[in-house]
């Protein structure tokens, strides 16, 4: 098990306050075609295609502006200064192309929840004005487990004709 700071409670409320208020103020989202991870489901949610498997590992897509206007190493780099300037662990981190040529990188964080360590993905693609952002998340030991199966679906990511 990976040690890493506790948070107080009030603390992870806030994060989740946070990345709801974060996601309801996302731009339009357009339609991503994303093979679903091996082991997971597909439900719709408004703002874009979420996958979860049995034990709730979950990933979800959404769209971010891309404001102010800048590159793959920007937003990938900018993003990892931002959750560990939060207090989440930096685990890896790796940049690839699809299966289409669209470049992305995914960066893995760990952080502490309900008592056991979580792992947060964020994997980010520059759709021009836009920001694609595949968020996966799920508690670290099953997290673990479907892990390559994610990869591979990342390779499949593509907005949408």
């Not at 409320?13 to 946070?18: F, G, K, M, T």
């Not at 979580?118 to 021009?128: K, M, Q, S």
């Not at 004005?129 to 499949?156: I, T």
Request: include cysteine; aromatic fraction near 12%; proline fraction near 7%.
């Amino acid at each position: 098990m990976i040690t890493v700071p506790r948070w107080p409670a009030w603390a992870l409320e806030v994060l989740a306050l946070v990345a709801l208020a974060a996601t309801a103020l996302g731009c339009g989202a357009p339609v991503y075609n994303l093979d679903a991870p091996q082991g997971f489901v597909r439900y719709e949610k408004k703002k874009g295609p979420a996958f979860i498997t049995p034990d709730g590992v979950r990933l979800r897509a959404r769209t971010e502006r891309n404001y102010p206007k800048a590159d793959l190493p920007f937003w990938a780099d900018a993003m990892e200064r931002h959750l560990v300037a939060r207090g989440y662990l930096l685990h890896g981190k790796r940049c690839f192309k699809t299966a289409k040529g669209l470049e992305g990188c995914t960066a893995e964080f760990v952080l502490p929840h309900a008592g056991e360590d979580w792992v947060l993905a964020e994997t980010v693609f520059v759709l021009g004005d836009d920001l694609a952002v595949l968020e996966a998340a799920g508690p670290f030991d099953r997290y673990q487990k479907v892990s390559a199966s994610l990869a591979k679906a990342y390779l499949s990511f593509e907005p949408a004709p």
